[in-house]
């Protein structure tokens, strides 16, 4: 009893936070404990994969790389021109690269580059609840690391489209999702630049003008943390039947709108990236250096278009869609084909897949409303402006999902 009701007590103080959600706990009150080994591992695998990710983005983005391969990697023909649009933004200005911490060290799952939440409980709510109990925070510091990165990211934004008047910013999320609003909320704060919050469904597209508020206002720069493109490539107009969603695209690519994250981002989200880097790598691509080979090896995963190799060699692999998240379609096969595990959810099962080799993650025992349970545990790590930034765990079940909770961290005092 003593747990819920210090839990509600501190959790309380924080209404712009969701601790409860669909229903139940969601962010946990009692911190693990962790080392200053495992904050190091964390920004060492941010800085190297970071590195890795972005330099494969640059591949993929350039000349050298024809459409079609884009479209192998799960990406519509309509966005060629987008996904190729150069910004001055770092690749992604908010990423989260999610790991599996094994005996060899962390392992990705996939990278979290467009639309990634999770933020606010990394950037604040750890600090606060290990001030709470007189822990020290694994992330201290970095909410204005995170702040940095948000302002910059604008100024540059703006600056790239070349207009004379002072910008119009927009921060923009779902009404009615509590997580997306705040999450958006908490960003435009600490932007401190003078915006506003539209929620997306006032958003005007005016085909090839421009982007506007309810009130008719002409909007510079978007910040749609929370809203991925594939989902705004599929907006069609009830009334026109127009393409929106695709018309808003085109207006980045006219330079008439910035977005941030930038396009960039979006290129990252496809879990295909994986595949292009292990496929880079297994035929060590001079495109790598040596020592980037050895990052690889060490943190990333082999993750195919197909399941050939790993039925080949008898070893469990994951089923993944290119978009997907919280768990959603993913499956579990053992070494002959056959499914062991599969999230109830199969909103992304139209996407094209990737297959990952199956690597467990860690289980521990963590103290929640229902009593002392056990769980899965999987890290976040973020990158804000390419740096290695704040992480955090969710912890739940073998595939991670919506109902996985949030476990604050502190570092132990030696």
Not at 396 to 404: E, P, Q, R
Request: aromatic share 12%; charged share 25%; net charge negative.
């Amino acid at each position: 009893m003593t747990y819920i009701v210090n839990r509600q007590k501190f959790y309380n103080q924080l209404p712009e936070f969701w601790a409860d959600m669909y229903g139940q706990e969601y962010a946990l009150y009692e911190p693990a404990e962790i080392s200053e080994d495992d904050v190091r591992d964390a920004r060492n695998l941010g800085e190297r994969a970071g590195h890795i990710l972005f330099k494969t983005a640059s591949l993929l983005q350039s000349e050298d790389i024809e459409d079609d391969t884009l479209q192998l990697l799960g990406f519509p023909s309509a966005l060629n021109s987008f996904l190729r649009h150069q910004t001055p933004l770092a690749k992604t200005v908010i990423g989260r690269i999610d790991s599996i911490e094994t005996p060899e060290g962390h392992k990705i799952m996939e990278f979290n580059s467009d639309t990634p939440t999770f933020i606010f409980e990394c950037f604040k709510v750890n600090g606060l609840i290990c001030k709470h109990h007189g822990y020290k925070d694994p992330n201290e510091e970095r909410e204005k690391q995170l702040q940095n990165a948000v302002r910059s990211s604008i100024l540059s934004a703006y600056r790239n489209l070349q207009k004379e008047h002072a910008p119009y910013i927009v921060f923009t999320a779902h009404e009615e999702n509590i997580e997306d609003k705040h999450t958006v909320l908490y960003l435009q704060e600490l932007s401190g630049f003078p915006s506003e919050f539209v929620p997306l469904e006032e958003l005007v597209i005016r085909k090839g003008i421009g982007l506007f508020d309810q009130k008719g206002k002409k909007i510079d720069v978007l910040y749609r943390q929370t809203f991925p493109i594939e989902l705004l490539i599929q907006d069609v107009d009830k009334v026109t039947n127009e393409d929106i969603g695709l018309q808003l695209t085109e207006l980045v690519v006219q330079n008439k709108l910035a977005i941030i994250n930038p396009p960039s981002a979006f290129l990252l989200q496809s879990k295909a990236i994986l595949a292009v880097i292990w496929g880079l790598h297994e035929e060590r691509s001079p495109y790598f250096t040596g020592e980037e080979h050895e990052w690889i090896e060490r943190y990333f995963l082999p993750t195919y278009l197909e399941p050939d190799t790993f039925l080949k060699n008898k070893e469990m692999y994951v089923q993944k869609p290119v978009f997907g998240r919280e768990g959603d379609t993913v499956r579990i096969f053992d070494g002959n084909g056959v499914m062991i595990d599969q999230d109830k959810h199969l909103s992304y099962d139209h996407y094209v897949s990737v297959y990952q080799k199956y690597v467990s993650l860690p289980k521990m025992t963590f103290q929640s409303v229902k009593g002392i349970q056990k769980g899965y545990r999987m890290t976040g790590t973020f990158l804000t402006n390419g740096k290695a930034s704040a992480f955090g765990y969710r912890i739940g079940n073998a595939i991670t999902d919506n109902l996985s909770y949030f476990l604050p961290s502190y570092i132990k005092q030696t």
